[in-house]
């Protein structure tokens, strides 16, 4: 065994797959009639993703409790949509927002605080425009409408190696735990270290596998959403070169709900790929000075299953 799989079947081991006595007791104690499920799900806020048109297509937007993953071409908008998410999760409660803060998981450096600040000016900038009314009168949120409050909700961490990704979502629970604001993780991208440096394809797929499972039971835990942005790869199908989300076949099975966003012509669009309880569905957006916004139409067109 080489020092890589030294290190992988180390962090494997460090994502506590197997459940010990206490949390077995807990298990059993924590069971749930489905009415009370359904309940909870129904008042559930979500969070919007400044689209209406692609709010719809996810039932309201993106769910706590759940994990999404969001996949496309370089370009197309993930990393735009992540920082919206990371601004829009923090919309206080008055304005029908969940008035939470973000954790940030970038492995690519493609974070940018000054594009990160002209996302919050336009978030606050529809605040007032949608509550013009609400927000005179709600004087002790005026303080908190302000660019410097949005980054300051951002917990950003800096990821160079697979290694110190799985040693983050690790360090989670615990951070979580200290910090019960936060209500939405975003991984940008989950993918980028295990394509590069991982050579062994089968302890990858563990390994993922484990940390998957983990961020799914923080989800539910800590009522937070959990969104994992990923890469497109090539796969030979059916006699030609098809483009595809990274990790593989098995790695779908690792998220809730899948959103691919790509490009039709000019026009970007996103399409859910993957629900529990939404009907497969697309719809264009836009990418604007603001973030992300409809493309001006609202209408979703529905697709086939691919």
Known sequence: MNHTDEEAYAALRGCDMAPNKTAQKLLLQGAQNAWDMLSEEQSQKHITTGSGSLNDILGGGIHCKEVTEIGGVPGVGKTQLGIQLAINVQIPVDYGGLGGKAVYIDTEGSFMVERVYQIAEGCISDIMEYFPCHHDKASSGQENLQP??????????????YTEQIAVIN????????????????IDSVTFHFRQDFEDLALRTRVLSGLSLKLMKLSKAYNLAVVLLNQVTTKFT???FQLTLALGDSWSHSCTNRLILYWKGNERC?????????????????????????????SCKRVRVM
């Open 148 to 161: 410097e409050s949005f980054l300051a909700g951002i917990y950003y961490f800096r990821i160079c190696s």
């Open 270 to 298: 996103a399409y859910l790929d993957k629900s529990p309880s939404l009907p497969v569905a697309s719809t264009p957006y836009a990418v604007t000075s603001k973030g992300v916004r409809d493309a001006g139409s609202s």
């Open 238 to 240: 059916e006699g030609s």
């Open 171 to 186: 360090y989670l629970e615990k951070f979580l735990g200290e910090h019960k604001d936060v209500r939405i993780v975003i």
